[in-house]
């Protein structure tokens, strides 16, 4: 898969479920009231990282959780230390599936769309949607399954840190 070259963006979003945090599809309502919750592998690291150079942001499609019930979720695995803010349904009006998704968050960053680069898992909700906007992508593939086209694709997000050349 040839990919496509990556400038260095001003602000990082990363999707929420299965990119930042594991969604365990036998639990019902919002995750900050699961009994366990759990981040994804590396999650951690590649966030304590990248916070250093980057403002980091959560752009999730949830529609049943607030800022304040995402960030609580986030809390509980000591991520939110990290993402300086969170970008849902609750603060934006619309989901990852209408068009003003990204340049809306985009207009709250004082930042062009291009200044974003968007990290998610799924290609229809996160990857396709944050390209046809005009943002940088990168898909998360951990099963590394192939997809026709060209598009930049990580199997670990401790990748992303090799990306954009950063040691510590």
Same mark, same amino acid.
């Given at each position: 898969m040839?990919? &496509?070259?990556l400038t260095t963006p001003r602000v990082i979003l990363f999707d929420w479920g299965d990119t930042l945090m594991v969604d365990d599809p036998s639990q019902q309502g919002k995750m900050c009231l699961w009994p366990k919750v759990s981040a994804t592998v590396g999650a951690q690291? #590649? =966030?304590k990282k990248l916070s250093q150079h980057f403002p980091?942001?959560?752009a999730t499609n949830a529609q049943d959780?607030? #800022? $304040?019930?995402?960030?609580a979720a986030f809390s509980r695995v000591d991520l939110s230390q990290?993402?300086?803010g969170y970008f849902c349904f609750d603060n934006l009006s619309v989901g990852k599936d209408h068009?003003?998704?990204? &340049?809306?968050?985009a207009s709250k960053l004082n930042v062009d769309v291009q200044d974003l680069l968007m990290v998610g898992d799924t290609l229809d909700k996160d990857i396709y949607p944050a390209l046809d906007a005009g943002l940088q992508a990168i898909w998360f593939n951990p $099963?590394?399954?192939?997809? =026709?086209?060209s598009m930049t694709a990580i199997q670990a997000l401790v990748e992303l840190t090799a990306l954009f050349e950063i040691k510590s």
């Open positions: 040839s990919e &496509p070259i690291d #590649v =966030l980091i942001y959560v959780s607030s #800022v $304040a019930d995402i960030e990290y993402i300086s068009t003003d998704f990204y &340049p809306r968050i $099963a590394n399954t192939t997809e =026709l086209g």
